[in-house]
């Protein structure tokens, strides 16, 4: 008969679980602080985690990955303890089979009172209460991360308003100097009306970059400059519709995990 690693003792299991870490891609919801050593949670949410974005193929997620976890990964495995275990991996061990998750479970309590809290519980609970302390914390980071792609979309969909009406202004003027016959002049000087920007003149400094203001706008321009402003003003309205769509994608995505933890 050969024995295999789920056969082992349960202690024997845990010890060897308890070697293992994680990393900081699969749980992005955690941070290291490199001079107390010990794991804090992430509250900087900057943007969607590589791992969780449905709009990056595999080398943009590796990238992305090197760039923002490297140095921070390379210095938590130096200095690595034991019950280090991040919960992506715990949980990844339970699904394995049986045994694993009997043993497994028992990663949450080290995990938490060790790492997180930094102080045993007076009372000895079930693993279930670390695991939902661990989940609390999850979910309290991916609603930042909502929060943050809710912002990124209302300020793409902003943009993506201003520049279908900046677009369909300069057309309009450009059919009226071609029917006009006015195009042949090279000289002429077209007055845009009714354009609209963003001013950021008036804006709390503490709220999302939404509240600006927008305002309506007048220039002057040649016939080769309507044509530029044109064609530039219809680019970004297809960069800022393609970057709304990723947004909502990005929403859903979010919340579809955090209904999985609720």
Not at 135 to 141: H, N, V
Not at 188 to 203: A, E, F, G, K, P
Not at 248 to 260: G, P, Y
Request: aromatic share 12%; glycine share 2%; with cysteine.
């Amino acid at each position: 008969m050969v024995l295999t690693l789920t056969d082992l003792p349960h202690d024997i299991l845990m010890y060897i679980f308890s070697m293992l870490g994680g990393t900081f891609s699969e749980n992005p919801f955690l941070l290291w602080n490199l001079h107390k050593h010990k794991f804090v949670v992430n509250t900087r949410v900057v943007r969607m985690p590589p791992l969780w974005d449905p709009g990056l193929n595999r080398a943009q997620k590796n990238n992305i990955i090197y760039e923002t976890h490297s140095y921070t990964q390379s210095k938590f495995n130096e200095y690595k303890e034991q019950y280090m275990v991040m919960p992506y991996t715990i949980s990844k061990l339970c699904l394995v089979s049986r045994d694993f998750n009997f043993a497994a479970q028992n990663l949450w309590r080290p995990f938490y009172e060790i790492h997180i809290r930094q102080s045993p519980y007076k009372r000895r609970y079930p693993s279930t209460f670390y695991r939902g302390k661990v989940y609390d914390m999850i979910k309290k980071y991916i609603q930042l991360v909502i929060k943050n792609a809710e912002k990124n979309k209302k300020y793409h969909e902003t943009w993506k308003m201003i520049e279908n009406n900046n677009t369909a202004i300069y057309l309009q003027v450009i059919s009226d100097a071609v029917s006009s016959g006015k195009i042949d002049d090279k000289n002429y000087i077209y007055r845009v009306n009714d354009l609209i920007t963003l001013d950021d003149s008036r804006m709390d400094v503490t709220n999302c970059y939404g509240e600006r203001v927008m305002r309506n706008v007048s220039i002057d321009l040649k016939f080769d400059l309507l044509v530029k402003h044109r064609r530039v003003s219809n680019n970004q309205y297809i960069l800022f519709s393609q970057k709304e769509k990723r947004d909502a994608m990005n929403i859903l995505a979010l919340e579809s995990r955090l209904q999985r933890l609720i």
